[in-house]
């Protein structure tokens, strides 16, 4: 098992967290005149910032004990937290695999830290050999593996993201954003095995609830500790924790939503075969579909005349556009409007 403190910056382990006074007082009721909150209203009080009644409720729901469990807001905060926990900046680097999310790189950007791009294969799959040898730089600290992957929709082989787990002494983070649309298995059972591990999640996407801006983390306990240490003390807001706990008191309804979305899916990329301006669709296991056209600007500027937006991915993936499934009557008139195209 991996000694977590050794892989921390040093002055994170060193770092003394700000306190609140809710910090030391672990009740609810009682006298609030600590935080200089004022006394009246309905929002008037800072929220829980450990967010401990959202996390019994995520544990229930996912699995993992509540000391495995960090909340951050939106996973992009959790991305960053990754760099400034583990990467001394103007010297360490991280490795993430393209086309992929984009906010790694502008998270390394910001971070001072160099971030290695390893193209994925003709079919978006990681190319074990090609990173073996990086796994051997010192300077190494991070490594950002997407599965599904955005834009490309695929999951990564789970024996190729195993033995970089297992090959390497810093952190790996398995973003599983997409997860729930795949069927595939999740990383976070395997927190126990690999103590270098930690596997995001999000309310975002499978949950709906975007606007809420709630990520999930999973990892060893004492590596939540470090990012409680460096997030800021009130970091998801009461609001938003009382939305994702509302949230999972449906996930009936959410399966039910997932399997309408899935289905959707399928049919728009049957639809889509038949189209004389669709190259390639390519698989997916996501909530959207990349797909290869005869010309990616002309179509992405048709459809925003139509008021229909779809991603453009030409200068990433050449000739592509990522859709995002919609509901039965968007997606209906999705395919209208690109029938009504003619190249």
Do not use: W
Request: charged share 25%; proline share 5%; glycine share 6%.
């Amino acid at each position: 098992m991996t000694d977590i403190s050794k892989l921390v910056r040093e002055n994170v382990r060193n770092l003394t967290p700000f306190s609140s006074a809710r910090d030391e007082f672990g009740g609810k009721e009682g006298i609030f005149m600590d935080a200089n909150e004022n006394p009246y209203g309905s929002l008037n009080r800072y929220p829980d910032p450990y967010q401990r009644e959202l996390k019994a409720a995520i544990s229930k729901i996912k699995g993992v004990p509540e000391e495995n469990i960090f909340l951050g807001n939106g996973s992009d905060e959790i991305i960053d937290l990754c760099f400034r926990i583990f990467c001394n900046p103007g010297s360490d680097k991280a490795l993430t695999f393209t086309p992929t999310y984009g906010m790694y790189e502008v998270s390394a950007s910001i971070n001072d830290v160099t971030l290695i791009k390893i193209p994925l294969s003709d079919e978006f799959q990681i190319d074990g050999k090609s990173v073996q040898s990086k796994l051997k730089d010192p300077a190494l600290k991070l490594i950002f593996i997407c599965s599904p992957n955005n834009p490309t929709g695929n999951s990564m082989p789970r024996h190729e993201i195993e033995s970089i787990i297992s090959g390497f002494k810093g952190i790996v983070v398995i973003d599983e954003a997409y997860i729930d649309f795949s069927g595939q298995p999740s990383f976070k059972t395997m927190i126990n095995r690999y103590s270098n591990l930690i596997v995001m999640q999000t309310f975002s996407k499978a949950m709906g609830l975007a606007a809420a801006r709630i990520g999930m983390a999973f990892m060893e306990a004492s590596a939540v500790g470090y990012f409680n240490k460096m997030k800021p003390p009130y970091n998801i807001s009461t609001i938003n924790q009382k939305a994702a706990l509302e949230s999972l008191t449906r996930i009936d309804l959410q399966k039910k939503r997932i399997r309408r979305i899935i289905t959707e899916r399928e049919r728009i990329t049957g639809s889509l075969k038949k189209m004389s301006i669709i190259e390639k669709i390519f698989p997916s296991d996501s909530n959207f579909l990349l797909v290869k056209t005869r010309n990616a600007d002309l179509i992405y500027s048709e459809l925003i005349d139509n008021k229909i937006i779809v991603r453009n991915r030409n200068k990433i993936v050449p000739g592509c556009i990522r859709i995002t499934v919609g509901t039965k009557r968007e997606n209906n008139k999705l395919l209208g409007t690109l029938r009504r195209i003619m190249l």
